[in-house]
């Protein structure tokens, strides 16, 4: 039992371990699905998505240029940047946790589930989820920001919808709940520092008089922009995104879904990647970049070329082989 435990990816012994929590979480959820419910779900998870997190990291770098908003984009970007690199670059490849709708394909209940709430897919590993971290690096920065600003019931706001955010990616069948908790502790970790780094960034420029004029657009081009003017156009950006977001999040799923063509220790559901020069099909069928790198050995199609290139081939194989003696 220790030599399985010990052979077993971080993932798969959070499978094993946590599988009485999640399932019974999941119990809540799918007890409450209804055709009202999943739209709702579907609108809210678009919150944390790359099409809504990225340009906020986009309008955090624009909003550094101006001194009075120099706070709210230096935590954006910050706490941004900290996030993707905790979830994406270290716990996502580090865990190796396969998503629920292919590791819990032989659970009646949960497939149903799953199929109810629209069938969506992602085609990156589970734990923790982006979509969670992305929101909560989001609203604990601003809620700060806002906290400091004395705009209370927009601080209050901040956290509430991450929650949304999270609990959506629950309902959808598209995350374990202890994927969703550790995102939040994720998010929460990058908000908290994106802020007090953006502090102390804002602190330095305000010491060197000069450098704090010079990066300020407004004093640059001598006309200022009223406050509520300012408000109503990053008011305008976010709303404008959060709707594109929100029009992928609302379609995307369903059984007419491309899913990814792995069926050896399960029917992968993970979107596959199409018509992508990064991920090419292989022998004619699409899969998700898991299986992808799995199946060729290599993060993208540049690197397999190149790795095919660089193995000798046809005579030159077979003369190597019989030069080596532990071929």
Not at 23 to 44: E, H, P, S, W
Request: charged share 20%; glycine share 8%.
């Amino acid at each position: 039992m220790t030599g399985i435990l010990l052979s077993a990816t971080i993932g798969e012994t959070l499978d094993a371990s946590m599988l009485g929590f999640d399932m019974a979480i999941y119990r809540v959820f799918g007890a409450i699905q209804n055709d009202i419910l999943t739209m709702i779900a579907k609108m809210f998870t678009s919150l944390g998505d790359e099409m809504f997190v990225i340009p906020m990291a986009i309008l955090g770098l624009i909003l550094c240029l101006f001194k009075r908003s120099r706070k709210y984009g230096a935590s954006l970007v910050i706490a941004i940047a900290i996030g993707t690199i905790i979830t994406n670059l270290v716990l996502k490849p580090m865990v190796l946790r396969v998503r629920p709708y292919n590791t819990l394909q032989g659970d009646a209940d949960y497939w149903l589930w799953y199929t109810t709430a629209g069938m969506l897919s992602e085609s990156d590993y589970s734990f923790p989820s982006g979509h969670t971290t992305g929101a909560f690096e989001i609203a604990f920065s601003m809620m700060l920001c806002f906290a400091a600003d004395k705009r209370k019931k927009l601080a209050a706001m901040c956290p509430i919808l991450a929650l949304l955010v999270g609990c959506s990616r629950i309902y959808l069948m598209v995350h374990y709940p202890t994927d969703v908790l550790g995102g939040m502790l994720a998010g929460i970790f990058a908000g908290v520092v994106g802020y007090f780094a953006a502090k102390l960034i804002c602190k330095l420029f305000a010491k060197h008089e000069k450098l704090d004029n010079t990066v300020d657009v407004e004093r640059i081009v001598k006309k200022g922009i009223p406050t509520r003017t300012f408000a109503l156009l990053v008011t305008a950006f976010c709303v404008v995104v959060f709707a594109v977001s929100c029009g992928k999040s609302v379609t995307e799923g369903g059984e007419e879904a491309i899913r990814c063509a792995y069926n050896e220790e399960y029917d992968c559901q993970n979107e596959a990647r199409v018509n992508s020069d990064k991920y090419p099909p292989i022998d004619g069928k699409c899969y998700c970049k898991i299986h992808w790198k799995q199946l060729t050995g290599a993060d993208n199609a540049e690197d397999a070329a190149e790795n095919s290139a660089d193995a000798p081939a046809g005579d030159e194989a077979e003369e190597t082989a019989a030069l080596d003696p532990a071929a």
